[in-house]
């Protein structure tokens, strides 16, 4: 089964932990660009906030059989 990861700002991305998705803060546009390029092989399911998701840019935040979802703003 593949991971579950939550990338974005901390304070939008924190609370998913406790449901078992990893969590990967990344205040930063070049935080999150090194997050998104650090992924563990095993993830299955990404979701971006929508801030991580305008820095990745529409094509930018799509990985071969990866699910990628974006928060609402």
Do not use: C
Request: hydrophobic share 55%.
């Amino acid at each position: 089964m593949g991971l579950v990861v939550v990338l974005g700002g901390a304070a939008q991305v924190n609370g998913f932990a406790l449901g078992g998705a990893t969590v990967i803060p990344a205040e930063y546009p070049d935080a999150v660009r090194q997050a998104w390029n650090s992924l563990p092989e095993d993830v299955a399911v990404v979701v971006l906030t929508h801030e991580a998701a305008a820095v990745m840019g529409v094509d930018g935040a799509k990985r071969e059989g990866v699910i990628t979802v974006v928060m609402p703003p």
